[in-house]
Structure formats: C-alpha cells, structure tokens
C-alpha cells in the first residue's frame, strides 16, 4: 500500500466542475485585480472567523509582513514570538527591520509557554520595553493558550498578531470559572493571518492570504498598504507593496470554503481513529507521543473544534530511523520542522545562536507528521499504525 502525506487529487475531482467554471467566469470577467470576489471571499471569512473586517493578501507570509507594517513595527523594536513554527513567522519580523525573541514552547501542544512569555514581557518592561508586538502561532491546527497571551497582552499594552497560517476555523476556550467561551482562531488579536497555501486544511490553486481584524482604522490602513499604500490611487501617504489576494484564488477558496466544516470533521474523525489505534498497539503515550486533543481542562465542554489537525504529529525519539523505515514501507510523513528558528543559518549573524530553548530543540528532533488529510482511509492509517508497531518491535 502507497500513503501520501498530502492527497489533493479526491478534493479537486470532487470539485471540478464548479472550479473550472468559477475560474472560467473570473477569466470572461477581465476582472483581473482584486474585484467582486476577492470581496464576496473576505466577507465570507470575517464571518466564519468570527472578526469584522478581513484584508484578502498575496499569502500568509505577506499577511503577517503586512500586519506588522501596518502596526509601524521596524528597527530597533522587537517581537516576542515561538522559535518552533514555519520560517515565515520569523522572516516577516526581520524583514519589517525588527528582531525576534523567542520564547521556549510548551511540551504537549508545542505552542509557545505563556510563562516563559510572561516572564520576557517582566524583563523587558524592567530593559524600557522594547517588545512592540507578540506574535503567537497556533501551530498544526490547535490555538495556542491565548486566554493567558491576551491578559499578558492587556497588562503590558502590546498587539497580538495571531499567526494562524495552519489554524483557520479552530476554537479556543476562554474560561472563567465555570464559564467556557469560545473564540476562533484569528479573532483575539488586532491582526490574525491565514495562509492559503495549497497544503493548509483551506487550500487555493496557488498562494494567497488574509488578515482579519475587529479595527476598522487597521482594516483600512491594511488595505492601502497591500496596493503600495495608496489612497487614493497614485497618493501614497505610506510605503505598502503589493500585497493583493489573487480574484482566481478568491473564486476558488470561495467554494472550497463552504466544505470546510466537512474536512475538518473529516481530520477530526482521522486523529480519533489514529488514537483508537496507537492505543490498541499498545503504542500510545510511549514510544509513541500523541497530540493532545484538548490541552487545557475545560469544565464541562465537549465542544471538539479545538483542533483542526492541519497535520497530525507524533513524538518519537527515534524519528528519523521511523521515518525511514515508513519511506521504505511507502509511507510519506514530515518533519515540521528539522531545525528551530534560532538555529537556522541565515540567523547566525544576530547572535541567536548560543541561545537555547530546550523545549523546542527535543521537539525538532522527535517531531513526525503522519498523514491526516480528509480522504485518507481507515485501512491506510490501519496500515501506517501497523507498520510502526512492526518498527517498534524491530
Ligand atoms: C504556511 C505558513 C505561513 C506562510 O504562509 P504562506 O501562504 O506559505 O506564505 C506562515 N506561518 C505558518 C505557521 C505557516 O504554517
């Protein structure tokens, strides 16, 4: 049997139809920038997000460039964000001119340890508060403790730009006593960013992005900076770029938007399955580590949209001879990610590199991404825990 990380093909033929003729009905329209849409598509993510205003963009490294941009964040500044993610969230930081700092992640979820934050926001308020903004990463799908970085950010009068590149439509509960309430991913902070990127749980046929926002004046100041910052038309009160979401990709994401509640179920179905069967293995806990399903105690909720299981990803010391041995057995899986972001080579100049953040380096090296996709078959993650099994007993 052949496994796939990644299967786009079921998705697509299932759509053919009605993508070949939304695309077909942009290309008549000579409706080439921007347009009806790229409108109907911003609307309709502000209202599955929870947030009143969305800024379509050319993809999610460009959402999180342009949002810190748009916050006037540049040299000298510095944002607080997780040295475990995708080199975007990092990149976007260095490229406004501004330096990152890094906070260790939590070893359950591996999203970024609110306590560690809150002790560098402590520090940094004692050095003159540098820290401009803080960029948490819901990273594979499930909302970082973002009831904890909101209070952080309230009591240390910081933005929080959600990078929720991998995290579009997955809830996080805020809890007060026994009351749960629930906001999505994106919704808390001034800005949260959304990739398009074809692999991302809401995929185009090429890149695109987007920022949503409850500020109107951000909104605003986000749409000028995607068109070089004009407005009007050829008056630039500021530098932007070209930012601009693509009216092929708005058509297409149009239509993949209303499935998406189905493939995230879908995903959702996949991961319980993987738990039944790493369980039954005898597997589950150790050697195998599984991602939490909920991470934080939530009284009396069975509300299960906490995880959009963008990728389903095991802790495995050795994961490199796993990862091997499932190649052999033709198997696809992925490191996210190999190397955390103070380790990487083109940051060796900003002196990260005798930092350490232990947390995030044991999670570079026993992380695995296994299939999740929709469309995956009960009888291939039958066969993907199966030959782990067979691994493990050697
Ligand atoms: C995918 C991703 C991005 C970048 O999105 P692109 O659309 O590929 O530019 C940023 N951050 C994270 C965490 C991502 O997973």
């Given at each position: ?6 299967d ?30 790229v ?9 599955y ?16 460039l ?19 993610t ?32 809150a ?53 996080c509960?805020f ?141 495995v ?17 992925e ?20 930092l ?30 199966a ?8």
């Amino acid at each position: 049997m052949n496994v796939s990380l990644l299967d786009l093909k079921p998705q697509m033929s299932a759509l053919r139809e009605e993508v070949i003729r939304a695309v077909t009905g942009v290309i008549e329209s000579t409706q080439y920038i921007l347009g009806p849409e790229v409108d109907r598509f911003e609307e309709a993510v502000a209202a599955y997000c929870g947030a009143p205003y969305a800024v379509g963009v050319s993809s999610g490294t460009d959402a999180l460039l342009v949002s810190l941009m748009a916050l006037g964040i540049g040299p000298g500044d510095l944002v607080l964000t997780t040295p475990y993610t995708f080199f975007a969230t990092v990149g976007s930081i260095l490229r406004v001119g501004a330096l990152p700092v890094f906070a260790d992640i939590e070893p359950d979820g591996m999203n970024i340890d609110s306590e560690r934050m809150a002790d560098l926001l402590a520090g940094d308020r004692r050095h003159g508060g540098r820290l401009k903004a803080i960029m948490p990463v819901h990273l594979f799908g499930q909302c970082a403790d973002m009831q904890r970085i909101m209070e952080l950010a309230g009591e240390y009068e910081v933005p929080v730009i959600e990078d929720a590149a991998q995290a579009i439509g997955s809830d996080c509960p805020f809890v007060d006593g026994d009351h749960v309430s629930w906001k999505r991913a994106g919704s808390m902070g001034i800005a949260g960013c959304f990739s398009f990127f074809p692999s991302k749980n809401l995929g185009g046929i090429g890149d695109g992005g987007m920022v949503v926002t409850g500020d109107r004046e951000f909104a605003e100041r986000l749409r000028s900076l995607r068109n070089h910052g004009a407005q009007p038309k050829y008056h630039h009160a500021r530098i932007g770029g070209n930012f601009r979401l693509d009216p092929i990709q708005a058509c297409v994401l149009n239509i993949k938007l209303s499935h998406l509640e189905e493939w995230h179920e879908a995903r959702r179905r996949n991961s319980d399955l993987y738990r039944r069967l790493f369980v039954a293995a005898g597997l589950a806990g150790d050697p195998v580590g599984l991602p939490p399903a909920l991470y934080k105690d939530v009284p009396g909720s069975a509300i299960n949209n906490y995880h959009i299981y963008n990728q389903f990803v095991i802790r495995v010391p050795e994961r490199d001879r796993l990862r091997d041995f499932l190649k052999e057995n033709n198997i696809d899986s992925e490191v996210y990610y190999p190397l955390c972001l103070h380790q990487q080579e083109c940051l060796r100049t900003y002196g990260f590199a005798g930092l350490s953040y232990p947390v995030a380096e044991q999670a570079a090296s026993e992380a695995l991404a296994l299939p999740i996709y929709p469309e995956l078959r009960p009888e291939q993650q039958e066969y993907i825990v199966a030959t782990i099994a067979g691994f493990f007993k050697g």
